[in-house]
């Protein structure tokens, strides 16, 4: 099943790549800033026929088209394309993100890299890896040393609620923080040793599936902001090497 996960999702980075940069129809979701390209809708539509060819007794929850048979055993979590905007704009930083849940647990999880053909990968219980690499979380423990990363709702300028808070907060004591706009590479990276933590208020399942389980088997903590473990319809995320997780959470408070 892994195998055939990282093929789909090979197949929508390629889809994605031959987009990138030509003329696509962009629509409007809720409103100007929300946007769905036809990209993220063609990438969705492979994946899903692959799935009802292959494994027609899964559920699948994706992000354009919704969810069916949710509650079977096996259930595909879909984003097409995480980091439309920057797709939108030209940015080369997106991916596909696909994780696949037993009985309501993730036990794999893909993110591909569209633009640097890198594949993330995870099996529940097996480790982490990039383009068959193992990955660990990165060993520093001073917040003050770390290198962050977090994302914005797209609904911010209406609701902000503390996100402009917490962005001040962290960076006044962490080394930098960044926003690159795809949440599923943002956890992909800190998997990678790369961020030492990441955090973000309004996600949705398709987002954080595949790399919370990344995170994990990396070696890393997934939990809200307050430190327990949720599942991935959870809203709030933060994400770390354990480390520096405590005084994130401190920081947050
Ligand atoms: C978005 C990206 C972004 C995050 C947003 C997500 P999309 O996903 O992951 O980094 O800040 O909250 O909605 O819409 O590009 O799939
Ligand atoms: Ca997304
Ligand atoms: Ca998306």
């Not at 696949?100 to 993110?111: C, E, L, P």
């Not at 006044?172 to 040793?193: E, I, P, T």
Request: aromatic residues 12%; contains cysteine; glycine residues 8%.
């Amino acid at each position: 099943m892994l195998d055939d996960l990282i093929e789909i999702s090979r197949q929508a980075a390629e889809i994605i790549r031959d987009g990138y940069r030509k003329n696509f129809n962009v629509e409007f979701k809720t409103n100007y800033t929300n946007l769905v390209t036809e990209i993220d809708k063609k990438s969705e539509e492979t994946i899903i026929s692959f799935i009802k060819k292959k494994y027609p007794t899964h559920g699948i929850i994706a992000e354009e088209s919704g969810a069916e048979n949710k509650q079977a055993e096996y259930v595909w979590v879909i984003d097409p394309l995480d980091g439309t905007t920057n797709f939108a704009h030209g940015l080369p930083i997106f991916s596909v993100s696909i994780g696949i849940q037993k009985n309501a647990k993730t036990v794999f999880g893909v993110v591909y890299d569209v633009m640097m053909d890198r594949v993330y990968s995870a099996e529940y219980g097996s480790g982490a890896f990039c383009n068959g690499r193992k990955m660990k979380v990165s060993q520093n423990d001073n917040l003050n040393y770390s290198l962050l990363v977090t994302g914005f709702p797209y609904d911010v300028k209406d609701n902000p609620g503390r996100t402009i808070e917490y962005f001040s907060a962290f960076l006044k004591n962490s080394r930098a923080v960044r926003r690159l706009g795809s949440a599923a590479l943002d956890l992909c990276y800190v998997a990678d040793g790369i961020f030492d933590g990441f955090w973000e208020v309004s996600l949705n399942p398709w987002d954080v599936c595949a790399g919370k389980l990344l995170v994990e088997e990396a070696g890393g903590l997934v939990t809200d902001f307050s430190g327990i473990q949720r599942d991935i319809f959870f809203k709030e995320i933060l994400a770390t090497n354990g480390k520096v997780h405590e005084q994130m959470m401190n920081t947050l408070k």
